[in-house]
């Protein structure tokens, strides 16, 4: 069975990537997962179910720019490996409030560079050999692509958004501590993900959830902008692949070869509604109403992951079509996480339940 005996720190495990790879983790494999997060306004600890009573799981609110805090994890759970999710992620809300952005992901990381550093320099020959932090990053770092082309691994970064920029400095960072303190590291560059459990300011959720209200479904600019998308278990598999298998100081980018534009995702989201939630009123499409473009909107994404697939044996298990009946019937079948994420009831339990404020 993968990673028995192993235990790995996956920080922003209660986000939605970070969720997905909590869950698949604690199903699918033996290791002991120590979840590492501040719980944001994105994250939602009822985003694990199978972390209930889990004696293979431990979680720990902890802001990854506390060096301290993070040292105390390090030196009470001995880690195999780390996997680095904890990030802001919302492309419009950068724009509107960077700070935390630059705060979070750049900051944060080089702080987990460094606390880790720490640890590996001071653990046994085979334990250090072992050892392994995978930072996961984004497709946004490559910039935006014309017609034609795929980001590959050699692509030259031009971030766009303040977003993709913190994200680019961070993948900067983690370079070059492997290049200049050889702390055993590897790098994910994904396209965009869907799926369960997707805080709804996302495209997809967004739609979804403002469609079955009834509300108006604000497309930016003419709608032709192209997203890759990939099925939220799909980037969680090929996460654990790249912590088990992945060679030290490489990157992989992970994409499913599912480019659709905008506009053809939300209509598909509307016609889908209009077979599981029908309304006497007429199809979801009427509700689809253009509005002002996003700010330095990247044109197209479209991700080569073919070294993923060549090298470690990688592939997508779901197409877009699957992925995203399955993430609406998801949608509709889980309204009580929809209603907790919306009206903020979660983030008061968690004040109660972990101190602080969120
Ligand atoms: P998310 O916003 O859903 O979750 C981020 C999590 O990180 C939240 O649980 C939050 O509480 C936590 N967090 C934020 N700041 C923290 C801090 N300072 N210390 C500890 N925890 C903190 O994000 P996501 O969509 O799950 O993305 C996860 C990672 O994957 C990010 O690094 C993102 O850049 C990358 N990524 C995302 C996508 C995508 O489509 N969502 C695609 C490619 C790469
Ligand atoms: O490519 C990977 C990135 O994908 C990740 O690194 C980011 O964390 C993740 O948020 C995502 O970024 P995007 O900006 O592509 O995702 P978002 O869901 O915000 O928007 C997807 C597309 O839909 C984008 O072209 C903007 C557009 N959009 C978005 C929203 C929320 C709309 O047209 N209307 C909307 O209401």
């Known amino acids: ?71 105390a994890l390090f030196d009470r759970y001995q880690p195999h490996g780390v996997m680095n999710l904890a990030a802001e992620s919302h492309v419009d809300r950068s724009i509107d409030g960077p700070g935390e952005f630059i705060r979070t992901n750049v900051v944060g990381t080089f ?57 680019a400095s961070s993948d900067h960072l983690v370079r070059a501590w492997r290049e200049t303190y050889e702390l055993p590291t590897v790098v994910t560059n994904c396209s965009n993900n869907y799926g369960p459990y997707h805080f709804p300011e996302k495209l997809i959720p967004h739609m979804i959830i403002k469609g079955l209200a009834h509300e108006t479904l604000p497309v930016y600019g003419d709608g032709m902008n192209v997203r890759d998308w990939l099925y939220v278990e799909d980037h969680a598999n090929a996460l654990s692949l790249v912590l088990e298998r992945g060679v030290v100081g490489e990157t992989y980018n992970v994409g499913g070869r599912n480019e659709r534009t905008n506009l053809y995702v939300v209509e598909t989201i ?41 090298d470690l044996g990688w592939g997508p298990a779901y197409t877009f079509e699957q992925g995203i009946a399955e993430t609406i019937d998801w949608y509709l079948a889980n309204q009580e996480w929809v209603a907790e994420v919306t009206s903020g009831a979660y983030r008061e339990y968690y004040t109660q339940q972990y101190g602080g404020k969120q």
Request: glycine share 8%; proline share 5%.
């Open 111 to 167: 702080t987990l560079l460094q606390e880790a550093l720490r640890y590996w320099r001071g653990l046994e020959p085979a334990r250090r050999s072992a050892f392994r932090l995978l930072h996961v990053s984004t497709d946004e770092v490559y910039g935006s692509l014309g017609a034609e082309g795929l980001f590959t691994e050699a692509t030259a970064y031009q971030p766009n958004s303040p977003y993709s920029a913190s994200k």
């Open 270 to 310: 509307c016609d889908l509604l209009d077979q599981l939630a029908p309304r006497a009123d007429g199809s979801h499409r009427r509700l689809i109403s253009f509005v002002a473009d996003r700010p330095g909107h990247d044109r197209r994404y479209a991700i080569d992951a073919s070294k993923l697939k060549d």
């Open 1 to 71: 069975m993968r990673f028995r005996g192993l235990t790995i720190f996956v920080t922003g495990g209660a986000g939605f990537i970070g969720s997905a790879v909590v869950r698949h983790l604690l199903e699918d494999t033996e290791a002991f997962v120590v979840n590492i997060d501040k719980l944001t306004y994105a994250s939602n600890l009822s985003s694990i179910p199978q972390a209930a009573g889990n004696p293979r799981y431990a979680f720990a609110k902890v802001d990854i720019c506390d060096a301290p805090a993070l040292r």
